[in-house]
């Protein structure tokens, strides 16, 4: 089985500064590792994904995520956010070695809400 | 193109009526997964059906909640006589194949399901 924590539900943030959401994972088998944001009455958008190779992974919107697989952190960082970022941000995870198709298991979201 | 089309948005329920929801995947997708999300919290898996078949159920509740996705048409989620705890965001994902963690997932907008 696996577990997605989400540490902070809420994040208030500044325009221009930077924010990192943070996400820790527990699974007895590797796993491939996702954000998603969830923007106002929409749905989920893929932001990024690790997969396998560099730890480093860049999304979309500026955002990049590290995979640090000793600590089972997959924190998502953006330098500089912009009143756009206004969403709901979810980390999941996907077992490697499900071939039964993509099934993610989701943190509970981190809410950020960018302040002029 | 257009994406993962799900309807109703709203549907309103009483306790004991029958809710249906639907979705259509992407355009030459064959792999839907069904996810509710419970007011707070994130994104729940429920089940994974190819056309004509339920692959992966293990996240559907034992009673009244049932799933197809026929030959022809669009994939619905059924449930029968609603309750209270029903009320929540249903999404639909698609994706092309069903090769594990690779694929990518498409969601939907979701259907807002109130019961009263």
């Known amino acids: 089985a696996q577990s997605v924590t989400q540490l902070d539900s809420q994040v208030p943030v500044f325009e221009e500064a930077p924010v990192e959401l943070r996400c820790n994972y527990s699974?007895?088998?590797?796993?491939?590792l996702f954000w998603y944001v969830q923007y106002p009455n929409q749905g989920l958008q893929l932001l990024l994904k690790?997969?396998?190779?560099?730890?480093l992974v860049k999304g979309i919107n500026g955002f990049e995520a590290e995979f640090n697989k000793s600590q089972t952190s997959f924190h998502l960082r953006k330098p500089s956010v912009h009143i756009s970022d206004t969403a709901e941000y979810f980390c999941?995870?996907?077992?490697?070695?499900?071939?039964?198709?993509?099934?993610?298991?989701f943190g509970g979201g981190t809410r950020v809400l960018v302040k002029p | 193109n257009a994406g993962v089309m799900q309807n109703p948005r709203h549907l309103v329920r009483r306790r004991g009526q029958e809710a249906r929801l639907r979705c259509s995947p992407m355009?030459?997708?064959?792999?839907v997964y069904w996810y509710r999300q419970l007011p707070e919290e994130g994104l729940k898996f429920m089940v994974y059906?190819?056309?004509?078949?339920?692959?992966?159920e293990s996240g559907m509740p034992k009673e009244r909640f049932s799933a197809e996705f026929p030959k022809e048409g669009p994939s619905i989620l059924r449930i029968q006589q609603v309750v209270r705890g029903d009320s929540a965001a249903y999404f639909c994902?698609?994706?092309?194949?069903?090769?594990?963690?690779?694929?990518?997932?498409?969601f939907g907008s979701g259907t807002q399901l109130s019961v009263l």
């Open positions: 059906l190819q056309k004509e078949n339920i692959i992966d």
């Open positions: 994902a698609s994706s092309y194949g069903g090769q594990g963690a690779r694929e990518k997932l498409f």
């Open positions: 999941a995870v996907s077992d490697l070695a499900n071939a039964a198709g993509n099934k993610l298991t």
């Open positions: 699974s007895s088998v590797s796993v491939y």
């Open positions: 355009k030459g997708h064959s792999h």
């Open positions: 690790y997969l396998s190779g560099s730890t």
